[in-house]
């Protein structure tokens, strides 16, 4: 759904040339549900815009919705919707007459338009807010209606730049709640970056980590927590330095260190690892009191890949 190669972006700014994306390689299947993670000023954006026709990259090129991004913007454009991060509806129109003219807009009929537009204001809990002038919504009811837009015309492809920062949690798990029925019913494909690792770890099937304009890694969440340095185990015994000896000794245990009466080792599978470890400790006679399995977390993925938490980042930024 989505192929690019070496696709950058550089600004021109007075103090010099920005490099914002630097030759980014993205492929993406029908129906994936892809997370774009990065700390801010990443360049997430600057990709999302330029596979979105808003902005020409300046090297690479892409195939968006099976069109070319340099020679058909208009074809990618009818087959994609787009959430910007800041909002896209008209201040002086009106809620409900604003969703309308974009279903009218994509070519919908008017009865089509009015269904969609109400399908969307109950879902994003707008519906009594039809007749309000956008410039009268408060900035979490504007981003729900910037999020209802993107969605008017059930796009193939869908871009959404951080849909859920200003969200309350009911919002965010009524957009997640959409983004996935709008999935599994028509099979849409949906690139979107969040600063909620959280969310991203839960729903999506794999993430795009993009670090200083390069794509830094990718893969399943799972596969990108495995990559960093496994799982951490813990236990307890009478004698940690005895055991920790014992454990040495096995394949699958790395870093094995005693700690505040504890034996700590990672290993990359805590779970098919603790059979292992079981035996290993009853056969050197060692009864473990206590015993857990830590596994890491995608912050914990964003500290080893770009040297920094993303959760620091979000918070400061
Ligand atoms: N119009 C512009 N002119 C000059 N530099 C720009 C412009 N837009 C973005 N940049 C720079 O390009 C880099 C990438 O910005 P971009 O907005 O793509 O990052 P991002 O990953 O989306 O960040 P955030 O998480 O904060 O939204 C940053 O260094 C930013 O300052």
């Known amino acids: 759904m989505i192929h690019a ?21 993205i492929d993406i299947a029908e129906s994936e549900l892809v997370g774009f993670l990065g700390p801010n000023g990443a360049g997430k954006t600057t990709t999302m815009r330029m596979l979105t026709t808003l902005l020409p990259p300046t090297a690479g090129e892409a195939t968006v919705a099976g069109r070319d991004l340099r020679t058909d913007p208009f074809g990618v454009r009818r087959r994609i919707g787009y959430v910007p991060q800041s909002g896209s509806a008209g201040m002086d129109r009106r809620v409900g007459d604003e969703l309308r003219t974009q279903g009218r807009f994509h070519g919908q009929s008017r009865a089509e338009a009015r269904r969609k537009c109400a399908e969307l204001l109950d879902r994003f809990d707008l519906s009594d807010l039809d007749q309000r002038p956008v410039a009268a919504l408060s900035g979490g009811q504007r981003r729900r209606l910037d999020i209802a837009l993107g969605l008017i015309h059930d796009p193939r492809l869908l871009f959404l730049d951080e849909p859920s920062t200003g969200l309350d949690p009911h919002s965010r798990a009524n957009l997640w709640e959409h983004v996935r029925a709008l999935r599994a019913g028509h099979g849409t494909t949906v690139l979107i970056s969040t600063h909620y690792l959280d969310e991203a770890d839960a729903l999506c099937d794999r993430l795009l980590v993009i670090d200083h304009g390069r794509i830094v890694a990718t ?99």
Do not use: N, Y
Not at 5 to 25: E, I, M, N, Y
Not at 237 to 256: G, I, K, L
């Open 5 to 25: 190669s070496g696709l950058s972006h550089r600004f021109r700014t007075k103090q010099g040339p920005v490099d914002a994306v630097r030759g980014v390689d």
């Open 219 to 317: 893969g399943t969440p799972e596969e990108l927590k495995q990559r960093v340095s496994g799982d951490l185990v813990v236990f307890t015994c009478a004698d940690p330095a005895t055991a920790a000896t014992a454990v040495r000794a096995m394949p699958e245990a790395t870093d094995v260190r005693t700690e505040g009466g504890e034996v700590r080792l990672r290993t990359a599978r805590g779970d098919t690892a603790l059979t292992a470890l079981l035996r290993r400790l009853d056969s050197a006679g060692i009864t473990p009191l206590s015993l857990r399995v830590e596994r890491p977390s995608l912050d914990d993925v964003f500290l080893e890949l770009t040297g920094h938490s993303l959760r620091e980042a979000s918070v400061a930024a």
